[in-house]
């Protein structure tokens, strides 16, 4: 593959560095708003999985009470940030971030329950994301 094929092949992650460079130009935005959208992240799998008809099939649960784990899992880790104060809470939050990115990475790497391109995305907005709040704090 040439070298602009394969660029032009990484469209995702291109749009998810304006994302995080448009995102974090100013500085941090608020811990409640980076919080939130730890919680933000899981629901949006749960919708894809939900429209791709890819929880599980008729009596296989595990996809859907992997994402559903997975939903709660940040959401908790989302709580404890903001339970916390300053740098802590955005260290937290950044560490969250990175899990999110992991996530991104396994379900990239499956294949299933959300697109690849949007897991490629969500990865690399969530790695430079992370990035960026240690970067900031």
């Not at 940030?81 to 300053?86: H, Q, R, S, V």
Request: aromatic share 10%.
């Amino acid at each position: 593959m040439t070298t602009i094929r394969f660029l032009a092949h990484r469209w995702p992650a291109w749009l998810a560095l304006a994302l995080a460079v448009a995102t974090f130009a100013d500085g941090l935005p608020p811990t409640s708003f980076l919080a939130a959208l730890l919680v933000v992240m899981p629901l949006c799998y749960l919708a894809f999985g939900a429209v791709r008809r890819d929880l599980g099939a008729p009596g296989d649960r595990r996809p859907l009470a992997v994402q559903t784990a997975g939903l709660v899992v940040f959401c908790a880790w989302a709580a404890v940030a903001l339970l916390l104060d300053g740098r802590t809470a955005l260290y937290v939050v950044a560490a969250g971030w990175f899990a999110h990115a992991l996530w991104d990475l396994a379900h990239h790497h499956g294949g299933r329950v959300v697109p690849r391109a949007w897991a490629e995305w969500c990865g690399v907005v969530d790695l430079s994301g992370a990035l960026a709040i240690v970067l900031l704090v």
